[in-house]
DNA sequence: ATGAAAGCGCTAACAT
DNA sequence: ATGTTAGCGCTTTCAT
């Protein structure tokens, strides 16, 4: 605009030329300033500054071998469990000066083949996943590039990758022994859509082999509004439940508001459980009982993990996180035991 | 491990002498295929698989000038309407082939000025800034990169970057003066943390100038928790509000569950607002009234904008959007009007 | 249709 | 302390 000659971004050799030195005494002053006498020091840096020249990050990268970008794929960002695990995740990669590449794939795992494409384009060094349903194109690209690659919020010590999580079908266990042990055997179960995730089935498949309950199973998609809708089901049955188990905690929550909205008080009427432990779950009214996910912890962890494997080349073993339950207002034992 | 003589990545000059071509014709059948006769496409394509050749990220990137890489610096991930506004962000970018880079700030400008140089380290050609309040640094680095980098959840047509978002002060007179069109005059305002947040300070500012309002306020975190305690204090002093302004619809939540716990009647006793409306507002209980703050369309048209900015280097005009009030149940003429 | 060779912007080994 | 130079892995003319 106001320069005469339009000149591109500047580079090494234009500052060293401006400086009159070469284009290593200008590296030097970048990347070992103490190795340069101060008054070249100082030409080159107000050469710098005139050139308003900035390193190309490409080509840096291109000598380290280096991207220092780690590719995260997960469902949706939209929902309130995985913006805190991505949080905590992205707080300890920054700390190992690692970035985070957000990919979201819409529980959809072909979406996810294609966008893990797109993380190794852009050089990404490392893959996060979720779960371990995955097409078989994801792993082919991490076989191939030899990329060091996580799966999280799953356990399963077998698989493929390392999984670094917690025991979904514990999970679901652990809820429905507490709804049990309180005397509840009617119980609606209020889940997750079923396509291609596969924590809902682990717990889900955790709620199997339980013979004094009688389930009857409601799906929803995780949000608020759809543990409203699948409460307004519940209610509609004449064999009305005393529990309502939901497999997660926005659901808990649109259970709670829509329970209210009939007048059912809770849990005098109907227990209400969860699972998550969202930050809020703690102050719903009644405050939830919920099954705590370690999804902070997990998140550390498989920053760290993937970290290691990035610099250092070991691979992590897989890492099993416990669930606890964390009994609060909404549930009690069923009246008349 | 399996392999005899341990070889690391391959590269294309390994493939174009395994498939006794030159380098120039492996990159074709990469970049341009329908250049290449099938045959010798034929066996380049076996000695790329053979040798389980990945191009390189960098080494394109240096040659083409472009990382594909956007970043964006929000407060937090562990918060709904970032988590929604990135998702929306990051869904747009993705169509422009782009991939998001997330880095956390905490509120903490001088966080973010560093951030930003990490950034700009990895070769972000964009930036996505939250507000309109930074250190000069994040500035001079904008400058010295000529970086395309534009500022949202605010609206400064003066502003030095582009600001896309929406009038924070307009959506707080909004909520003032519909609860003052109720008969509301006694009223205690609960706003997030005003440490470097121009958000919340432009919103309070859009409080001011009614003279019949009689505003208290009470400072939180934004958390479902601090909107709890919030309600403690407003509960405990004599003066009581009629009506409870909440500058976050997190905060919003956390009041109407303490008020239930306090059976304290909304909105018959306390009319509730929020400004936000979060995906769950439309379900709390009771619905909560609200100022809607279109975050999607804001993610969309920031990642429009940058894309654009970006490829075709024309920097985008401010965008204003709409907030608009959404009446639920929350709130009711005061009563004895 | 294919190859040879010149870079892209930087780092690092080797000289001086 | 500073300079020379050879790459890094690819894309892209320019020839053939």
């Known amino acids: 605009m106001d320069n005469p000659k339009y000149r591109k971004r500047a580079n090494l050799r234009d500052v060293a030329k401006l400086a009159n030195v070469s284009v290593a005494t200008v590296s030097r002053v970048l990347n070992t300033p103490d190795s340069v006498a101060e008054n070249t020091k100082a030409v080159v840096n107000a050469a710098i500054a005139e050139l308003r020249f900035v390193p190309s990050a490409a080509a840096r990268a291109i000598n380290s071998g280096r991207s220092r970008v780690v590719g995260a794929l997960v469902p949706t960002l939209d929902h309130a469990i995985f913006a805190r695990y991505l949080a905590a995740l992205e707080q300890k990669l920054s700390e190992y000066r690692l970035s985070l590449v957000v990919a979201t794939t819409n529980g959809d795992a072909s979406v996810e083949a294609q966008k893990a494409q797109t993380l190794v384009d852009i050089g990404?060094?490392?893959?996060?996943?979720?779960?371990?349903?995955?097409?078989?194109?994801?792993?082919?690209?991490?076989?191939?590039?030899?990329?060091?690659?996580?799966?999280?919020?799953?356990?399963?010590?077998?698989?493929?990758?390392?999984?670094?999580?917690?025991?979904?079908?514990?999970?679901?266990?652990?809820?429905?022994?507490?709804?049990l042990s309180l005397g509840h055997s009617a119980i609606a179960v209020v889940h997750g859509s079923l396509n291609s995730n596969d924590r809902t089935l682990a717990r889900l498949k955790g709620l199997e082999g339980h013979d004094t309950a009688r389930l009857s199973f409601f799906e929803a998609d995780l949000s608020i509004e759809d543990g409203c809708a699948a409460t307004n089901k519940i209610?509609?049955?004449?064999?009305?439940?005393?529990?309502?188990?939901?497999?997660?905690?926005?659901?808990?929550?649109?259970?709670?508001?829509?329970?209210?909205?009939?007048?059912?008080?809770?849990?005098?009427?109907?227990?209400?459980?969860?699972?998550?432990?969202?930050?809020?779950?703690?102050?719903?009214?009644?405050?939830?009982?919920?099954?705590?996910?370690?999804?902070?912890?997990?998140?550390?962890?498989?920053?760290t993990a993937i970290s290691e494997w990035i610099e250092h080349g070991k691979r992590p073993s897989e890492r099993l996180f416990e669930t606890d339950l964390v009994v609060r207002e909404s549930t009690r034992a069923r009246t008349g035991i």
């Not at 077998?158 to 022994?177: Q, V, W």
């Not at 905690?249 to 809770?266: P, S």
């Not at 998550?276 to 997990?298: E, I, K, N, Q, Y």
């Open 124 to 179: 990404a060094e490392g893959l996060i996943v979720s779960g371990i349903t995955h097409e078989p194109e994801l792993f082919e690209l991490i076989e191939r590039c030899q990329l060091p690659a996580v799966a999280t919020s799953y356990f399963d010590p077998d698989f493929l990758l390392p999984t670094i999580g917690y025991d979904n079908a514990g999970a679901g266990r652990i809820a429905l022994e507490y709804l």
């Open 235 to 303: 209610l509609s049955r004449d064999d009305g439940p005393t529990a309502i188990l939901c497999l997660s905690d926005v659901l808990a929550t649109g259970v709670l508001y829509e329970l209210k909205r009939h007048k059912v008080a809770v849990p005098d009427d109907i227990s209400v459980i969860g699972i998550d432990d969202l930050p809020g779950s703690a102050h719903t009214f009644p405050a939830l009982t919920t099954v705590h996910l370690p999804v902070v912890r997990m998140g550390h962890a498989t920053a």
